[in-house]
């Protein structure tokens, strides 16, 4: 008896793998001061309108309030919330040319302290309940994906600002 697996539980145990991935929005690499960073973190969050539920500057973890959009008569309302992360940029390696017997070659020396990325991703719920679209006491969460423009918004705005402050 042959006890091969069918094809649809191959597509549907690679939509799994695929599917369980994080999404996660990165600036370019941050020569700055770890505090400098975080302040322009936490300035550009409050600017773009949300307001911060939790903050731990020792991790360099932001999580802000739900900020909900309702339109009403349309069923279009959705929340969003923004979660923040300063990590140390691992990609920003000094390489050392070095000289040996076989020839010149290059090798990552170490990773520069004080450079940092910023990681932002803005989660998107849509209102579900069409039986009471302006109260979001009574909404019907549901995931809807990512707000691209929010994170991209959010990045320009942190390196822009420590852009402006170093001068």
Not at 12 to 19: C, F, H, Q, S, Y
Not at 41 to 52: F, K, N, P, T
Not at 97 to 118: C, H, T
Not at 120 to 138: E, K, S
């Amino acid at each position: 008896m042959n006890r091969s697996w069918p094809i649809w539980r191959c597509w549907l145990l690679l939509a799994l793998i695929t599917g369980c991935s994080q999404h996660w929005q990165y600036s370019r690499v941050l020569p700055y001061p770890y505090e400098q960073v975080w302040q322009s973190c936490r300035h550009s969050v409050g600017l773009a309108g949300y307001s911060i539920a939790a903050s731990r500057q020792q991790e360099g973890r932001l999580r802000s309030e739900w900020l909900s959009t309702l339109y009403p008569l349309r069923g279009n309302g959705y929340r969003t919330q923004v979660l923040l992360q300063i990590v140390p940029s691992s990609g920003h390696l000094v390489t050392t040319n070095a000289q040996s017997k076989w020839g010149s070659y290059f090798f990552p020396a170490s990773i520069v302290p004080g450079v940092y990325r910023v990681r932002v991703r803005v989660v998107r719920q849509r209102n579900y309940a069409h039986h009471d679209l302006m109260n979001p006491g009574n909404a019907l969460w549901l995931a809807d994906g990512y707000a691209l423009k929010m994170e991209n918004f959010l990045i320009k705005a942190i390196e822009s600002r420590l852009t402006l402050t170093d001068r």
